[in-house]
């Protein structure tokens, strides 16, 4: 079975400075992974994702994570934050094989501090 | 409308009440889900329908009943709940596939008296 393991429950950053959130994961096969924003009283909302090529994903809105299979990892960095950047983040994983099922982590919740 | 809509965003219920939440996608999506979401805990999938054909119900108790009267609406009928019930019950639909990504509703917000 998958699993997804988010360690920073809160992360707190002074504005401009750079972030890093982690995600680990566990599967016995081949996956796709995911990072989810949801803002205050919203839904998620697909930040950016992985699916197989280069190990380097990026956002529109500046994020960027990076697949480390041998770690089993999948961190989401951004080299400077912004105010509006306050949000919960969470990474997800679902086998590939063509089942829809995905696993999220606990959420790590970014307060950017002015 | 676009993407997926869920009503209502807020509700109060006594235990002995039933109550029914409604999401619709108009993406023409042909999976849509429904997930509890509790503060610190992962989010909990609890049914999935495929195609409108229940694909996964991840040992939910019979007090949440799932419709899935076509691909575009979901509903989940709630009845005799519990104050440990509530949450935000968010709806996500997405093309069929682990490789593809769920857009997500705003959620409900349930608080169970």
């Known amino acids: 079975a998958q699993s997804v393991t988010q360690l920073d429950s809160q992360v707190p950053v002074f504005e401009e400075a750079p972030v890093e959130l982690r995600c680990n994961y566990s599967s016995s096969v081949s996956v796709y992974l995911f990072w989810y924003v949801q803002y205050p009283n919203q839904g998620l909302q697909l930040l950016l994702k992985y699916l197989s090529g280069s190990t380097l994903v990026e956002s529109i809105n500046g994020f960027e994570a990076e697949f480390n299979k041998s770690q089993t990892s999948f961190h989401l960095r951004k080299p400077s934050v912004h105010i509006s950047d306050t949000a919960e983040y969470f990474c997800?994983?679902?086998?590939?094989?063509?089942?829809?099922?995905?696993?999220f982590g606990t959420g790590t919740k970014l307060q950017v501090i002015p | 409308e676009t993407g997926v809509t869920q009503t209502p965003r807020h509700l109060v219920m006594g235990m002995t009440n039933k109550k029914s939440l409604k999401c619709e996608q108009h993406?023409?999506?042909?999976?849509m889900y429904w997930y509890k979401q509790s503060a610190k805990k992962p989010l909990e999938l609890m049914f999935v329908?495929?195609?409108?054909?229940?694909?996964e119900n991840n040992s939910v108790p019979s007090r949440f009943s799932p419709e899935c009267p076509n691909s575009s609406h979901l509903f989940l009928h709630l009845h005799t709940l519990q104050p440990e019930d509530s949450a935000l019950y968010l709806c996500a639909s997405s093309q069929d596939g682990g490789n593809y990504e769920q857009y997500f509703g705003p959620g409900t917000r349930l608080t169970v008296t």
């Open positions: 993406l023409g999506h042909n999976a």
């Open positions: 329908y495929n195609f409108k054909e229940q694909t």
């Open positions: 997800a994983v679902s086998e590939s094989g063509g089942y829809q099922k995905v696993t």
